[in-house]
């Protein structure tokens, strides 16, 4: 395969990872790459991307409702409650990933989350958003990359105010899921529908 798009279902191009698996197409054609905004959208999308470390993405989106049960919703406030008890609880949920260290950092990442100002998480993470303009859209998968400067900044930007399991690769796929960057390849029909919101 030459890692340009895949004719999809209804024979239009897309990335050749969104014809891999059913729950991938409408993942890919209705939210990656689409910009997410709000504090607790994007807190579950940064605690998804953690959870996904060293997995496949189709792993944690065919859990993803099981997440969503689990910690209650994203909401920070909850979330930054949960006790040891609840530790407890999600290391026996079948419904999410059983991670001890992934479900510590999302406790405590929502811990140090409740303390910002509202808007304080989405103006940090899109402040990291790269120059889109003369950038060549990718046209195939060996074109995109894992890790950029900005990725690597986040990460750092992050860290710094006591986010935890955030690295350059993890910002990344992030800014990717998020719309901070249009990694749809130049020839699919999801490429540019970010930006016609």
């Known amino acids: 395969m030459s890692g340009g798009t895949v004719a999809g279902p209804d024979g239009k191009p897309r990335c ?11 993942y ?3 939210e990656w790459g689409r910009p997410v905004h709000g504090d607790e959208a994007l807190f579950e999308r ?6 996904q470390s060293g997995l496949s993405w189709i792993t944690i989106l065919r859990r993803r409702e099981g997440f969503r049960s689990a910690f209650a919703d994203f909401k920070i406030a909850s979330v930054a409650e949960f006790t040891d ?17 992934k479900i510590d950092a999302t406790m405590a990442n929502a811990r140090v989350l409740v303390e910002w100002r509202a808007g304080e998480l989405d103006e940090l993470i899109w402040s990291h958003a ?15 990359p894992a890790v950029t400067d900005e990725s ?7 860290k710094k105010k006591g986010l935890r399991f955030i690295g350059p690769t993890t910002a ?16 699919c029909t999801s490429r540019g529908a970010a930006t016609a919101l």
């Open 16 to 26: 050749p990872w969104a014809v891999s698996a059913e729950d991938y197409l409408a």
């Open 152 to 158: 690597t900044a986040l990460a750092k930007a992050l």
């Open 46 to 51: 940064l605690c998804l991307e953690a959870f």
């Open 28 to 30: 890919h054609d209705d």
């Open 130 to 144: 790269p120059k889109t303009e003369g950038r060549p859209a990718p046209a195939s998968i060996a074109d995109v």
């Open 172 to 187: 990344y796929a992030l800014m990717q899921a998020c719309g901070l960057v249009d990694d749809h390849l130049a020839d």
């Open 85 to 101: 008890a609840d530790r407890d609880r999600l290391l026996a949920d079948e419904g999410i990933i059983r991670n001890r260290a």
